[in-house]
């Protein structure tokens, strides 16, 4: 069971009634076992302060001369709390136990959120088809024992024993139901546990490599160690998750100071590295855009090889024959002429008219100046915008030790600064060139109400003489 990654807790409790909100824990019992069997036996009564009904009496034996002098919640649960840290905790129907459990702990304003199994779930994995698997029916199935039976210790030693049985007998398929139940990460093979420990809690960009350090895949999150983690609790739903779970060797993790920083880095490094597994993200260089500028009389040009103009460039094509197919379709669905588009030669009228495909811009039934606001229209949608500031801005990210301001102009990510000096040589620094991954990225961020407070103008330095 060390291959679960975490002790397990058998827990079970005894309450006053079935209603988490109104009733309460009467006993707690807890059987802590780990890779080398039970580490320990703990139990407590507990004063429920409230009035036991009979019936519940008559099932545990537990009544309110017993509970004479027994803890509080409140008074147990540090000891209980600390019993289960770290622990996975199973019960049988854990639905009612956790139920219980976490509203004791709310009402304690302490925070209860440990990975939960329910041996119930897991004997109908285990025994499929079989009826029964209620407490009495396992016992009675696997021949386990209870001296106590409906008191907490004792229904907890049998959920104890149920996982000891299986584990003996049927370990593999044990664990895949544990896994599949509680979403425990099976981590590669080739990965060591503290591997995955030492990743951050907070945001930045993790690449995980193969055999011969080959970079099998980059990402990023703002909880890192959390979506590593989900990489490997998916490993048997996607081929791709498997074949990256069976590949992983080692993994690396750049901190950054939030979201931002994180998208930026990881869009930055897939395409300088290439890692095996991701989607190719292609450089600007290799993409074809629409070249128009409304009002100069000229058709669309496509334009291959990354010269961008905000606010004249439209669209991110893989080759000029898809830009070329896109100003085809704009045309065909929206009447324009194909002449002043520049995707036939001549001068008009043509065929189009005749069979009312275009709305006759070359006879005057609209003026250019209309045919070329409705190409506006169409093209929108695709346009690159203009930059919406009159210099370069800073854009703050992160906490008081870690924040940066992210110095951004004309849609190009300068780099992040630290303090004012940084800023300054940001901007005289040579600018890289305009990336349409980039421009997504900061577009999406900085229209986001919650973002674009954090938009601050910035000075451009003057230029030496
Ligand atoms: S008829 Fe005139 S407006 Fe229509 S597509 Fe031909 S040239 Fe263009």
Redesign the pocket.
């Known amino acids: 069971m060390a291959a679960l990654g975490a002790p397990l807790a058998c827990l079970d409790l005894e309450t006053t009634g079935g209603h988490p909100g109104y009733d309460r824990i009467t006993e707690v019992g807890v059987v802590r076992i780990d890779a080398d069997g039970v580490l320990e036996e703990w139990s407590s009564l507990i004063d429920p302060q409230r009035w036991i009904p009979p019936q519940i009496t008559a099932l545990t034996g537990i009544d309110a001369v017993m509970l004479e002098g027994a803890p509080t919640f409140r008074e147990v649960h540090e000891a209980l709390s600390a019993r289960l840290e770290g622990h996975i905790v199973i019960a049988h129907n854990a639905r009612f136990d956790l139920g219980f459990l976490r509203e004791a702990f709310r009402r304690e304003d302490v925070s209860f959120q440990p990975a939960v199994l329910c041996s119930v779930k897991l004997s109908r994995v285990l025994f499929k088809g079989v009826r029964g698997h209620g407490l009495d029916a396992l016992m009675a199935r696997l021949g386990l024992s209870c001296a106590a039976r409906h008191r907490a210790l004792g229904d907890a030693r049998v959920v104890a024993q149920f996982l000891e049985q299986m584990a003996a007998t049927r370990l593999e398929a044990l664990l895949t139901a544990c896994r599949e139940q509680a979403q425990i990460p099976s981590l590669p093979a080739h990965l060591a546990p503290e591997a995955v420990e030492a990743l951050p809690d907070g945001p930045g960009v993790y690449l995980i490599y193969g055999e011969h350090d080959l970079l099998l895949y980059i990402g990023k999150s703002v909880h890192v160690r959390r979506r590593v983690l989900e990489h490997f609790r998916n490993d048997h739903r996607a081929a791709r998750e498997m074949r990256l779970a069976q590949q992983t060797r080692r993994i690396e993790c750049m901190e950054t100071a939030g979201e931002l920083a994180a998208l930026l880095l990881e869009s930055r490094l897939i395409k300088e590295r290439r890692p095996v597994m991701n989607r190719r993200l292609r450089r600007t260089q290799d993409l074809c855009t629409l070249a128009w500028t409304f009002g100069a009389g000229r058709p669309p040009e496509v334009v291959c090889g990354g010269a961008v103009v905000p606010g004249e460039s439209y669209g991110a094509f893989r080759t000029a024959r898809e830009a070329r197919q896109a100003l085809q379709r704009v045309a065909a669905e929206r009447g324009l002429?194909?002449?002043?588009l520049g995707l036939?030669s001549?001068?008009?009228?043509?065929?189009?008219?005749?069979i009312k495909?275009?709305?006759?811009?070359?006879?005057g039934v609209e003026s250019p100046a209309q045919h070329d606001l409705r190409l506006a229209e169409a093209l929108q949608a695709i346009r690159i915008a203009r930059w919406p500031y009159a210099g370069p801005i800073g854009l703050r990210e992160g906490g008081d030790e870690q924040s940066v301001q992210h110095v951004i102009d004309q849609w190009i990510y300068l780099g992040a600064a630290r303090d004012l000096q940084d800023v300054d040589e940001l901007l005289r620094q040579t600018r890289p060139a305009f990336d349409l991954d980039t421009y997504r990225i900061l577009l999406r961020f900085m229209t986001d109400p919650q973002h674009g407070r954090a938009v601050r103008p910035l000075v451009r330095p003057a230029v030496s003489p």
Do not use: E, L, N, T
């Open positions: 002429c194909d002449i002043r036939q001549g001068s008009g009228p043509c065929f189009g008219h005749q495909r275009c709305r006759g811009a070359c006879v």
